[in-house]
């Protein structure tokens, strides 16, 4: 994975493609919500996170059974939850004394989604 990364090619003149630098520049999101789509990306950047994201993908879940699955303690898990809710990511419902989770999108599986096929590919 070290030899991609080795070697950044260069152009050895210094020439704009002004008809492209407008079309891209057109098109560009306002930085503001670029800012707002790295954000969205650092929350991926956790792999407990990742974890939990993993967990919900495949089914509705409880703390407690989070907690189980991952080896952590309830608090570590409710904390990372509160993250991914704050994110949008996931959502929860109330069932008598147990709150359950689950993704709050098909967006956010799309995401898990290409991201496995994305480190998956040769």
């Known amino acids: 994975m070290t030899e991609k990364f080795n070697s950044i090619e260069r152009c050895d003149c210094n020439v704009i493609h002004e008809d492209i630098v407008n079309q891209v520049r ?4 306002q930085e ?9 990306f650092k929350v991926f950047g956790d792999s407990t996170r990742i974890r939990i994201l993993w967990a919900l993908h495949e089914a ?5 059974d989070i907690a189980v699955l991952l080896n952590m303690t309830q608090s570590a898990i409710s904390h990372q939850l509160r ?5 949008n990511l996931v959502k929860n ?12 999108d098909d967006h956010v599986r799309e995401i898990f ?3 496995l096929i994305h480190i998956n590919e040769k």
């Not at 993250?83 to 994110?87: E, G, P, Y």
């Open 32 to 40: 503001e919500i670029l800012y707002d789509l790295a954000e969205l």
């Open 60 to 64: 509705e879940m409880c703390v407690c």
């Open 26 to 29: 057109d098109k560009m999101p």
């Open 93 to 104: 419902r109330k069932e008598g004394k147990v709150v359950y989770y689950s993704l709050v």
């Open 83 to 87: 993250v991914l809710k704050q994110a």
């Open 113 to 115: 989604d290409q991201g």
